[in-house]
């Protein structure tokens, strides 16, 4: 019990882990869409291209959210702009503002006096430094997403099946589209702090991943997966405060183990 | 018949993906109720027509009007059939959620589904012979069983005109007597459907109208009227042979896709 209880002493510790367990939700839930509409490399590509709007915000001082924030919606629409009528393949559009992205974002960083340190932080997330008027932006943000996740549960889960039947029903099939890259952008930049750019799109997949294997409908698939992303926040937070790791690390290592773990019961289960 | 209103109105119509134009200059009407065979050869513009049908492709040029209004005036009477290379199997859903999706258009998207919802589902799935596989995941079921759960889906959303893109290739024997009896149960309820299909003899047998297409109009009208050597010697050209007792062969192989090559485009 005392091993519980101890980290939760301290108020950077309550801070974090709050602020994990909300970011591990938001993740896997978003995370389905990711999985399901094969979005995983615009995931990565986004959580990277995130990197030049954190640092020019900390060059000037401003919140690194907002910055983020910015940076990530601008990513989100140029991919958008760019494979819009075929002028490029979109993997081919996203290939290019991540590395574009990435590039512009680790030479504004370079040029700082706290390199090292700093990029740590962004790249694999500080959730020991989450401070009050960070974790209500993360809860408040993250509250948004989903309520308009569950707001727009059918016509997302039509435009993610059946496109036709979208186009047959009249659903504004293209503003959705945008709606779920804007979300998923706002949802990397919330998991900033706490498992950091590098290790964002782990959190979006592993855990969708894992509760694709475990259900059959989308809605018991979306609960499962925000159960799992909960619990390994959860539990790696603690490993990262008891092995002194980087937490970031430690939270996607346990989803990965929940993952592996459902990945062999159903092997055992067909066999 | 004449004294129907006419319900589906192309006029002038021309499709086409980005610059190319598949169909042109089509003019037909539909009346109330009818059941009309598309057919033609391979790469004719059936399903490009199903498309613009839909609302999918947009016109190049014409207009299409279902009870007088401009297609897309009316929300949701206009269910379709989705070929099967256009829906992703592995998505999580059960059968009954798929065949719940008919009713989206007609609950409003914030609203759960009405116990009256419910009952046009389970309906539905027991009129296409799968409400005992309603809680199955879409993807287990054999080919001929996702059709007709997505005929189910049709069937719930009640549409006035239904379209159907290849129904009778590639299924099994009791989806295809499902799907015909289905056709005539939608007669007697005034519902169109609009079905293309390279079975011609079924065309002529089971259908009030036929419209033979090869990227455009070459003729439309009852069976006897279109099944004539002249209208299919236009459309079938040289795969077309015409034996000494009057008996005609048509060579056409391979269920069509004329649209693959253009998919790119369309995105």
């Given at each position: 019990m005392n091993l519980i209880l101890e980290p939760l002493a301290y108020q950077f510790m309550q801070r974090g882990l709050l602020a994990s367990v909300i970011v591990g939700v938001l993740c896997a839930v978003m995370g389905t869409y990711v999985v399901l509409r094969g979005m995983a490399f615009l995931g990565d590509a986004m959580a990277h291209a995130i990197l030049p709007g954190v640092a020019i915000a900390y060059l000037l001082r401003g919140n690194l959210l907002v910055g983020a924030g910015i940076a990530a919606v601008l990513v989100a629409l140029s991919i958008g702009l760019f494979s819009r009528q075929g002028a490029v393949k979109e993997d081919t559009a996203i290939g290019i503002m991540f590395a574009a992205a990435l590039s512009l974002g680790v030479a504004l960083i370079s040029s700082m006096q706290t390199y090292a340190v700093d990029l740590s932080h962004i790249l694999f997330g500080n959730v020991l430094g989450v401070s009050a008027s960070d974790l209500w932006l993360i809860a408040g943000l993250s509250f948004a997403i989903l309520l308009t996740v569950g707001l727009l549960?059918?016509?997302?889960?039509?435009?993610?099946?059946?496109?036709?039947?979208?186009?047959?029903?009249?659903?504004?099939?293209?503003?959705?589209?945008?709606?779920?890259?804007?979300?998923?952008?706002?949802?990397?930049?919330?998991?900033?702090?706490?498992?950091?750019?590098?290790?964002?799109?782990?959190?979006?997949?592993?855990?969708?991943?894992?509760?694709?294997?475990?259900?059959?409908?989308?809605?018991?698939?979306?609960?499962?997966?925000?159960?799992?992303?909960?619990?390994?926040?959860?539990?790696?937070?603690?490993?990262?405060?008891?092995?002194?790791?980087?937490?970031?690390?430690?939270?996607?290592?346990?989803?990965?183990?929940?993952?592996?773990?459902?990945?062999?019961?159903?092997?055992?289960?067909?066999? | 018949m004449s004294h129907t209103p006419h319900r589906l109105e192309i006029e002038n119509a021309s499709i086409g993906y980005g610059d190319k134009i598949v169909m042109r200059n089509l003019t037909f009407q539909v009346p109330h109720g009818a059941r009309l065979a598309v057919v033609g050869p391979n790469g004719a513009g059936k399903s490009t027509l199903f498309k613009a049908l839909v609302g999918i492709l947009p016109l190049h040029g014409g207009r299409i009007l279902i009870h007088g209004k401009l297609l897309g005036a009316h929300k949701d009477c206009v269910a379709y059939i989705p070929q099967r290379e256009e829906v992703d199997w592995r998505f999580p859903v059960t059968v009954s959620d798929v065949v719940m999706m008919g009713r989206f258009g007609q609950m409003g998207w914030l609203s759960r589904p009405s116990k009256a919802d419910r009952q046009v589902v389970r309906k539905s799935m027991e009129q296409m012979g799968i409400a005992d596989l309603a809680a199955h995941s879409i993807g287990q079921l054999s080919g001929g069983q996702q059709q007709r759960a997505f005929l189910a889906r049709a069937i719930a959303q009640e549409p006035h005109i239904l379209l159907m893109d290849e129904p009778f290739t590639g299924v099994d024997v009791t989806t295809q007597d499902v799907t015909l009896n289905l056709l005539d149960h939608l007669h007697n309820q005034q519902v169109t459907t609009i079905i293309s299909t390279h079975d011609l003899n079924l065309a002529a047998s089971r259908f009030d109208l036929i419209l033979l297409l090869n990227h455009r109009l070459i003729a439309y009208g009852t069976p006897s009227q279109v099944f004539a050597k002249d209208n299919l010697a236009q459309a079938f050209g040289n795969s077309l042979l015409v034996m000494e007792d009057g008996m005609m062969l048509v060579d056409e192989c391979c269920p069509p896709d004329e649209d693959h090559h253009h998919h790119a485009d369309v995105k």
């Open positions: 549960f059918k016509p997302f889960l039509v435009i993610s099946f059946d496109p036709v039947l979208a186009a047959t029903l009249r659903l504004p099939a293209e503003l959705l589209r945008n709606l779920m890259l804007v979300l998923l952008a706002l949802t990397v930049v919330v998991s900033l702090q706490t498992v950091g750019v590098s290790l964002a799109a782990a959190m979006l997949v592993t855990p969708a991943a894992t509760a694709y294997l475990l259900t059959r409908r989308l809605w018991p698939m979306m609960l499962v997966s925000a159960l799992i992303g909960a619990l390994s926040s959860v539990i790696g937070l603690y490993l990262s405060y008891y092995l002194n790791i980087v937490s970031g690390s430690s939270i996607v290592l346990t989803a990965t183990v929940f993952f592996l773990l459902s990945f062999l019961w159903k092997r055992m289960k067909s066999v | -």
